[in-house]
């Protein structure tokens, strides 16, 4: 079998779309990822074919209200362009995380199964919860939230791809929610961590993690060496507020702690080169998470799990999206904190960190190890075989 996984996103959604092209792989499947630029090097590097889409995200910033309408239109003339390009020859569209707009409707163009998969349950329709906070979004019920969710879509989106599917020779679709998600969606995400209250449809795979082997750099397994476990701090692919890196040294100071700080693309710094604080570039977290005594971060999905499933205790921060979702799974379950909405600042980070170092929220943390599985990646690749000749029935 041939199969295109596409995604559009940070590294937090290519590094699971990795895991699962590694488990297609390692059965004999022929795969091909279409992903930002970003990652071209990167993944090349590892052997797959890849084609590029879309410009670099490092360094751009979120659009401008009246810019959302030609954004709208030059991702899905991208998508028509490039992601066809890339499903030639190919037997099944895995299209993964957020604005997989034109996929199926290549995948119907060519004949070829489609499934689209979330990488957080909040992301996909349920009357049980409510869609990721938006600034546009009325505050209402889950069911009212979903249906202006899916009239957004269709007035943002729809005009554009249904232009792009008569020009490809296809009827043009209603509702774009429904089209893009199908009756039978996949959610990449940990059972335990994040399950899907419902309704049915919906097949939880568990979290594609792809296994890091890489060693800790050397400075790094000194500096943990050298004293009581730190405190890790990084925010990814997100941008930072001036000074962010110099309040995040004085919050783990507050408690007696050594930090290391993530630079991460808001290339976060602080100004003194103390020697109770390391700043590193990207690096190995399975390697580094069970060796911190809590981690802060943004809440993206892949950082979440893999902080779950290192025993760490956690505060996250949330900035935008699905974060806030995971923010509020890590406090619930207790085995964490999640920061109030608003600035990052000493003291409230330090206030945060407080109830993270917390010994019983330390101990929940290690327990709640135990509970998250590593095999979702290996599922899914198992189920894509077995199911994509009717995935996209």
């Not at 084609?51 to 979120?62: Q, Y």
């Not at 009357?127 to 007035?155: K, Y």
């Not at 890091?212 to 050298?226: I, Y």
């Not at 799974?329 to 993270?356: F, K, M, Q, W, Y």
């Amino acid at each position: 079998m041939r199969v295109l996984l596409s995604t559009i996103g940070s590294r937090g959604e290519v590094q699971p779309v990795l895991a699962l092209a590694s488990e297609l792989r390692a059965l004999g499947q022929d795969v091909r990822l279409c992903v930002p630029p970003d990652f071209r090097d990167w993944l090349s590097g590892l052997g797959f074919a890849v084609t590029p889409i879309g410009p670099e995200l490092r360094g751009r910033g979120r659009p401008a209200a009246g810019d959302l309408r030609k954004l709208a239109e030059e991702t899905v003339a991208a998508q028509f362009v490039t992601v066809a390009k890339a499903a030639e020859g190919c037997d099944v569209i895995v299209a993964a995380g957020a604005l997989q707009l034109a996929a199926r409707s290549i995948a119907e163009r060519l004949g070829l199964a489609y499934v689209y998969a979330s990488f957080c349950p909040i992301t996909l329709p349920s009357e049980l919860h409510s869609p990721p906070p938006m600034p546009w979004r009325s505050a209402d019920t889950p069911r009212a939230q979903w249906a202006e969710d899916a009239r957004h879509l269709n007035a943002t989106f729809g005009p554009t791809l249904n232009a792009h599917r008569v020009a490809s020779g296809l009827e043009p679709v209603d509702e774009l929610q429904s089209h893009v998600f199908t009756d039978r969606p996949w959610l990449a995400a940990d059972a335990a961590l994040a399950p899907w209250p419902g309704p049915a449809g919906v097949v939880q795979t568990g979290a594609w993690i792809h296994p890091d082997s890489r060693p800790l750099p050397e400075e790094v397994r000194e500096f943990l060496d050298a004293g009581e476990p730190p405190v890790y701090f990084g925010f990814g692919s997100m941008s930072a507020e001036a000074g962010l890196a110099e309040a995040m040294l004085a919050a783990a100071r507050a408690h007696g702690r050594r930090a290391i700080i993530a630079r991460g693309w808001a290339d976060l710094a602080v100004a003194d080169a103390a020697p109770d604080c390391l700043g590193i570039g990207e690096i190995n977290q399975q390697a580094l998470f069970p060796r911190v005594a809590a981690a802060v971060h943004h809440g993206g999905a892949g950082t979440t799990t893999t902080a779950a499933r290192a025993g760490a205790a956690q505060v996250v921060a949330p900035r935008m999206y699905d974060q806030f979702s995971f923010a509020d799974r890590v406090r619930d379950l207790g085995i964490g904190a999640a920061h109030a909405p608003g600035a990052l600042t000493a003291e409230s980070l330090a206030a945060a960190l407080g109830t993270a170092l917390a010994p019983e929220v330390a101990a929940r943390a290690r327990e709640f190890a135990g509970r998250v599985r590593v095999d979702g990646a290996s599922v899914a690749a198992q189920r894509l075989l077995t199911t994509a000749p009717v995935a996209s029935a």
